[in-house]
């Protein structure tokens, strides 16, 4: 009898699903391991457990359809500015910033990186109020100015610009700030850039420049080809006043010789950054991107960007291949800010990060920081983003139980999460009675 019960027991956990949540059918597109195909992924403990051809659907306790649809790693926006708060109308912990869930899950996007809005003077207020607090994941590139993005008086403080302080600062947050951030300078001198590297080498990681102002004193060239090293960042790639195109509309040699050196150019398209008529020829002719970006903040969120998803849309519709597209929204950004070991991808092991995207046929137009419209035949929807192994965007529905097949249950109300990263906590409604 005894063997019989110990039998049944051993049997009934051996029948238990070995994955807490299956998406099934969809076209993986996986650029660190050059997947591009349709492919079964599999969730256990907030990992990627599994990718495979075909895993049996009674291996999932959760088991979602996703057929015709594309799967991909969490896409990592390297260029946004989230120090939301109440400190007046700037970016540094005022309204210009946008707090991160109320635009990045929707769009597949589980990482954020905050580019300079914070300075070492009020990193920790940021930390404190939006980094600790949101359920998508940020990073930070720590301005070289004390107090970060709080108006031209303190951007243009050369004297606050510490390099020192700032590398130990970085150091001391290795989990949090991943790089430094140059920006909105108009002085005719290279300091800023110089104490921006500066510090970005003492504490070994990136800097990301906003070039600001465009002076003759300090040719755009200089920056790219002898101020930057392999791995630093310039964004906003194709604002006009980037000398980009020669008087033919054919692309400057310089610009491919500064990525044979190892400067990777972001588009960071905010709301005044980025021309179709730079970035259409330049696109064409080979100078893609290294990283997608969209320099969210308030005005640029309501403008010609609109969201990750429209920016990746526009480099669609120039030619760009989706698996390309993906690479520079995905893989490539983990690298440069040094998260790939877990970010990026869909290996066994990487945080369960993972968009879920349509693609849309049909006539539908986008427009750039001047006003101007290109036309284009498909755009990206998100239709379900995974974070840390938990959904937390589902535009149809997919997670759910039909409503006429439940038996009696409460009202579902909003998700209450409890605050942790990676640890969200749906209220449990909906079971049948």
Do not use: C
């Amino acid at each position: 009898m005894r063997f019989s019960v110990l039998l049944l027991v051993a049997s009934s956990l051996f029948a238990q699903p070995s994955y807490d949540l299956l998406l099934k059918g969809a076209h993986v597109i996986d650029p660190k391991n050059k997947i591009s195909g349709v492919r079964d992924v599999a969730i256990k403990d907030g990992l990627i457990a599994a990718v495979a051809a075909d895993i049996p659907a009674s291996q999932g306790r959760k088991v979602v359809n996703v057929g015709g649809l594309y799967l991909t790693p969490g896409i990592i926006d390297l260029h946004a500015h989230v120090f939301a708060g109440t400190a007046g109308p700037m970016l540094s912990g005022g309204h210009s910033s946008i707090f991160p869930d109320a635009f990045a899950l929707k769009n597949g996007v589980t990482t954020v990186v905050d580019a300079g809005s914070s300075g070492r003077r009020n990193f920790e207020e940021f930390k404190r109020t939006v980094v600790d607090r949101a359920r998508t994941r940020v990073y930070v590139f720590l301005n070289i100015g004390g107090s970060g993005m709080t108006g031209e008086q303190h951007e243009q403080n050369v004297a606050d610009m510490d390099a020192k302080a700032a590398a130990e600062l970085a150091k001391a947050h290795r989990d949090t700030i991943v790089g430094i951030k140059v920006a909105h300078y108009t002085g005719p001198d290279w300091r800023p850039v110089e104490r921006g590297v500066e510090a970005g080498t003492l504490a070994n990681i990136p800097v990301m420049i906003d070039f600001g102002q465009f002076r003759s004193e300090r040719p755009f060239q200089d920056l790219v080809l002898k101020k930057l090293r392999p791995g630093d960042i310039y964004t906003h790639a194709y604002y006009v006043p980037v000398p980009m195109l020669d008087d033919n509309g054919k692309v400057l040699p310089y610009l491919f010789e500064a990525r044979k050196r190892g400067v990777l150019f972001d588009v960071g398209h905010g709301g005044a950054a980025f021309e179709f008529r730079q970035a259409v020829p330049a696109v064409k002719q080979g100078f893609v991107p290294d990283t997608i970006s969209t320099d969210v903040h308030s005005g640029s969120i309501n403008s010609g960007m609109k969201d990750q998803l429209n920016v990746m849309s526009k480099f669609l519709n120039m030619g760009m291949t989706l698996d390309d597209v993906v690479l520079r929204s995905t893989w490539n950004p983990a690298r440069i800010i040094r998260r790939d070991h877990q970010l990026g991808h869909l290996s066994v092991g990487a945080v369960a990060d993972i968009a879920v995207l349509g693609v849309e046929k049909g006539r539908f137009a986008f427009v750039d920081s001047f006003g101007a419209r290109m036309d284009g035949s498909q755009r990206l929807i998100g239709e379900l983003t995974v974070a840390s192994g938990k959904v937390v965007w589902d535009l149809n529905g997919r997670t759910r139980d039909q409503w006429d097949r439940l038996g009696k249950y409460q009202a579902l109300g909003e998700p209450h999460w409890d605050g942790s990263r990676g640890a969200a906590r749906p209220i449990e409604v909906g079971a049948p009675k």
